[in-house]
C-alpha cells in the first residue's frame, strides 16, 4: 500500500512538474497544520460532499507559483453572469473567479443559465477591487479540475479539487500566498473516476442548467 501510494503521489508531481517550477522545499505534512483550525465553510463544504478528511492529505510539495501573469486592468460587469459565481473576501475588497476562463454559459428565454461546455484547460483569477485588476492565481491544463475555493484570515487562498493521477483523479487541495508567491499542493491518494466528481452541479453550480447532464468534468472540450 505504501509504495503505491508513493508511486500515485510520485507521478502527481511530475505532471505539476511539467506546469511549471521544480519544487522548493518538499513536505510530509497534513493539511490541518497548514490551514486554521477554525471551519471554513466552503472547504468544509466540499470535503463533506465527498467524505474527506483534512488529516487524509498527507502527501505535499511547495513550488514557486507557475504560470503567473502580470496584473491587467479588470473592473466587475453585474451583467456578467459570472460575477454571481465570485467567491469575496470578508470586506469584499478581493474576489476569486473559478470559472470565467474554462467554462461556457450562456441564458436562456428566461435569464437562466445552461451550462454549454468547457476549454481543457482551467485557470483561478484573483481579482482586487481596489485598483480593479485580475491576476491569475494558479493555471493547469486537463490534468487538473478546481471545484471551490476559498480565502483565509492570515492572507493564503485555497483551491479544493482533483489532479489526474495516471489511474483516476486524486483529491487535491492547492494553497497560494500571492504575497509570497508560493503554492503548496496537498494530495490525498485515490483514484476517482470523472463522472464521479460531481461537486460543481450538485453543490456550488447547481442553479445552472446542464445539458444532457452534462457535467464540467466530463463534458467534450471546445
Excluded at 2 to 19: M, R
Excluded at 42 to 66: K, N
Excluded at 162 to 186: A, C, H, M
Aim: glycine share 6%; aromatic share 12%.
Amino acid at each position: 500500500m505504501i509504495k503505491k501510494v508513493s508511486i500515485i503521489f510520485i507521478f502527481v508531481l511530475l505532471v505539476l512538474q511539467a506546469c511549471g517550477p521544480r519544487p522548493e522545499t518538499p513536505d510530509s505534512s497534513p493539511i490541518d497544520e497548514h490551514v486554521e483550525s477554525r471551519p471554513d465553510q466552503r472547504m468544509e463544504r466540499w470535503l463533506d460532499y465527498y467524505g474527506f478528511d483534512r488529516e487524509d492529505f498527507t502527501d505535499s510539495a511547495t513550488y514557486a507559483r507557475p504560470y503567473r501573469l502580470e496584473k491587467r486592468p479588470f473592473e466587475i460587469n453585474r451583467e456578467d453572469p459570472f460575477s454571481a459565481l465570485f467567491v469575496f473576501n470578508s470586506d469584499s475588497t478581493l474576489a476569486i473567479d473559478l470559472d470565467s476562463y474554462h467554462l461556457v454559459l450562456e441564458e436562456d428565454s428566461e435569464g437562466g443559465l445552461f451550462f454549454q461546455g468547457r476549454g481543457a484547460d482551467m485557470e483561478i483569477g484573483l481579482i482586487d477591487l481596489k485598483d480593479n485588476s485580475r491576476e491569475r492565481l494558479l493555471f493547469c491544463g486537463p490534468a487538473c479540475l478546481f471545484e471551490e475555493g476559498s480565502f483565509h484570515p492570515d492572507g493564503h487562498i485555497v483551491i479544493t479539487g482533483f489532479s489526474e493521477n495516471g489511474q483516476g483523479y486524486s483529491p487535491t487541495i492547492w494553497r497560494i500566498q500571492p504575497e509570497k508567491d508560493s503554492l503548496e499542493v496537498f494530495i490525498t491518494p485515490g483514484a476517482y473516476d470523472a463522472a464521479k466528481i460531481t461537486y460543481l452541479p450538485d453543490v456550488r453550480l447547481k442553479h445552472i442548467r446542464f445539458r444532457h447532464n452534462d457535467k464540467p468534468a466530463v463534458s467534450v472540450d471546445l
